[in-house]
Nanobody, 117 residues
Framework: QVQLVESGGGLVQAGGSLRLSCAASGSILRISAMGWYRQAPGMQREVVATITPGGTTNSADSVKGRFTISINNAKNTVYLQMNSLKPEDTAVYYC???????????WGQGTQVTVSS
């Protein structure tokens, strides 16, 4: 089992910045990747960015150049630095960790990000 605890959401004006954190605990060695999804009201959950323990990253086209995902393996923590935020970035952001052996996704509790225009 893997437990994920998120922090860092909030309310920010358009053009502002926020940093999300996701701390993992439990069966850390089972994690093959971590990252962030988001879900806006009435929309499907969509991937925002992913990172492997080795540092390989991938991100959605909508956030490239604005969001940066990083990992601190010593702290078992993943970060999402969000710059130049737009109102359309408003959503609940969920941290996830993918199981190495089953590809099962563990999820955090979600953190609200609201960007005002």
């Amino acid at each position: 089992q893997v437990q994920l605890v998120e922090s860092g959401g909030g309310l920010v004006q358009a053009g502002g910045s926020l940093r999300l954190s996701c701390a993992a605990s439990g069966s850390i060695l089972r994690i093959s990747a971590m990252g962030w999804y988001r879900q806006a009201p009435g929309m499907q959950r969509e991937v925002v960015a992913t990172i492997t323990p080795g540092g390989t990253t991938n991100s959605a086209d909508s956030v490239k150049g604005r969001f940066t995902i990083s990992i601190n393996n010593a702290k078992n923590t993943v970060y999402l630095q969000m710059n130049s935020l737009k109102p359309e970035d408003t959503a609940v952001y969920y941290c996830y960790a993918r199981d190495l052996f089953t590809s099962y996704h563990y999820w955090g509790q979600g953190t609200q990000v609201t960007v005002s225009s």
